[in-house]
C-alpha cells in the first residue's frame, strides 16, 4: 500500500496535468477527514480532562461537582427504574442560592456532557419537574448566612406552589397525589404561624382551601399523620 501511495505521488509529480477532477475531490475528502477527525479527538480529549478535573472535585462535601453527581446518581437509581425523586429533591434543597444552582448546572455539563435540566425534564413527570422549578424559585440569588433560615414571600409561594403541583400529578390518564412531595414540604414549614401564611397565600394563588384540598387528595390515614407534622412544629 505504501509503495502504491509512492508511486502515484511520483505519477503525479511527472504528470500534474493527469489529476482528474475526481482524484481532486478525494484528497480534498481526505484532507477533511484528517482535519475533522483530529478536531474531534482535541475535542474529546478537552472534555475528558474537564470531566476528570470535575470528578476530582466531588470529593469535596457540598462542592457544586458533588450535588451534580449525587444528581445524577439519583437519576440512575441504583440501576432501578425511574428516577429516586426524594435523593433529587434532597440534593436540590441543598443547593443555597440561584448562582450555586447554575454552578451545579456547569459542573454536571462538564461531568456528563449533558444538560441538567433537559436530563430532569427526561427523568420527571411535568408536575414532579415544576416542583424542583419552584424549590430552585424560592432559593436567593446568592448566598447569605444572615438570610439562611428566614422565610420570606417568594418562600411561601413556592410551598404554596409545590402543594398544588403535589396535588395535580398523574400517573397515565389516572389522575393522583404525591404524597411524598407533600411530606416534603410539610417538613421544610418551619412552623405552625408558617403554614398558616401558606394557606393564605395558597388561597390567593388558587382560590381554594388548602385544608379541603389536603382532606380531598389525601386518604383518611394519611392525613392526620401528615398534619401532625405541622402540630409537632412551634407555633411561630
Request: glycine share 6%; aromatic share 10%; hydrophobic share 40%.
Given at each position: 500500500?505504501?509503495?502504491?501511495?509512492?508511486?502515484?505521488?511520483?505519477?503525479?509529480?511527472?504528470?500534474?496535468?493527469?489529476?482528474?477532477?475526481?482524484?481532486?475531490?478525494?484528497?480534498?475528502?481526505l484532507g477533511i477527514?484528517?482535519?475533522?477527525?483530529?478536531?474531534?479527538?482535541?475535542?474529546?480529549?478537552?472534555?475528558?480532562?474537564?470531566?476528570?478535573?470535575?470528578?476530582?472535585?466531588?470529593?469535596?462535601?457540598?462542592?457544586?461537582?458533588?450535588?451534580?453527581?449525587?444528581?445524577?446518581?439519583?437519576?440512575?437509581?441504583?440501576?432501578?427504574?425511574?428516577?429516586?425523586?426524594?435523593?433529587?429533591?434532597?440534593?436540590?434543597?441543598?443547593?443555597?442560592?440561584?448562582?450555586?444552582?447554575?454552578?451545579?448546572?456547569?459542573?454536571?455539563?462538564?461531568?456528563?456532557?449533558?444538560?441538567?435540566?433537559?436530563?430532569?425534564?427526561?427523568?420527571?413527570?411535568?408536575?414532579?419537574?415544576?416542583?424542583?422549578l419552584y424549590i430552585?424559585?424560592?432559593?436567593?440569588?446568592?448566598?447569605?448566612?444572615?438570610?439562611?433560615?428566614?422565610?420570606?414571600?417568594?418562600?411561601?409561594?413556592?410551598?404554596?406552589?409545590?402543594?398544588?403541583?403535589?396535588?395535580?400529578?398523574?400517573?397515565?390518564?389516572?389522575?393522583?397525589?404525591?404524597?411524598?412531595?407533600?411530606?416534603?414540604?410539610?417538613?421544610?414549614?418551619?412552623?405552625?404561624?408558617?403554614?398558616?401564611?401558606?394557606?393564605?397565600?395558597?388561597?390567593?394563588?388558587?382560590?381554594?382551601?388548602?385544608?379541603?384540598?389536603?382532606?380531598?387528595?389525601?386518604?383518611?390515614?394519611?392525613?392526620?399523620?401528615?398534619?401532625?407534622?405541622?402540630?409537632?412544629?412551634?407555633?411561630?
Open positions: 500500500m505504501d509503495y502504491a501511495i509512492s508511486n502515484g505521488a511520483e505519477m503525479y509529480a511527472e504528470h500534474p496535468q493527469e489529476l482528474t477532477l475526481k482524484d481532486k475531490l478525494q484528497f480534498s475528502l477527514i484528517v482535519v475533522g477527525g483530529a478536531v474531534i479527538i482535541g475535542r474529546n480529549w478537552v472534555r475528558n480532562a474537564r470531566a476528570n478535573g470535575e470528578e476530582r472535585k466531588t470529593l469535596e462535601e457540598g462542592s457544586a461537582p458533588t450535588i451534580a453527581k449525587q444528581i445524577k446518581m439519583a437519576f440512575e437509581n441504583d440501576g432501578w427504574f425511574g428516577t429516586d425523586k426524594d435523593a433529587l429533591r434532597l440534593a436540590i434543597r441543598d443547593i443555597p442560592s440561584k448562582s450555586d444552582f447554575r454552578r451545579v448546572m456547569v459542573s454536571y455539563q462538564r461531568l456528563y456532557n449533558s444538560s441538567l435540566l433537559g436530563d430532569m425534564q427526561k427523568e420527571l413527570k411535568s408536575s414532579e419537574y415544576n416542583e424542583m430552585i424559585s424560592a432559593k436567593p440569588e446568592t448566598y447569605s448566612a444572615d438570610n439562611a433560615g428566614q422565610v420570606n414571600a417568594a418562600q411561601l409561594e413556592a410551598w404554596a406552589k409545590r402543594l398544588n403541583t403535589a396535588f395535580n400529578i398523574s400517573y397515565g390518564p389516572f389522575p393522583g397525589t404525591d404524597e411524598p412531595a407533600i411530606k416534603a414540604v410539610f417538613i421544610e414549614i418551619p412552623t405552625q404561624e408558617a403554614f398558616s401564611h401558606v394557606e393564605t397565600v395558597y388561597r390567593s394563588l388558587f382560590g381554594s382551601d388548602l385544608t379541603a384540598d389536603l382532606k380531598s387528595e389525601l386518604e383518611l390515614w394519611e392525613y392526620d399523620p401528615m398534619m401532625q407534622i405541622i402540630y409537632s412544629k412551634p407555633k411561630n
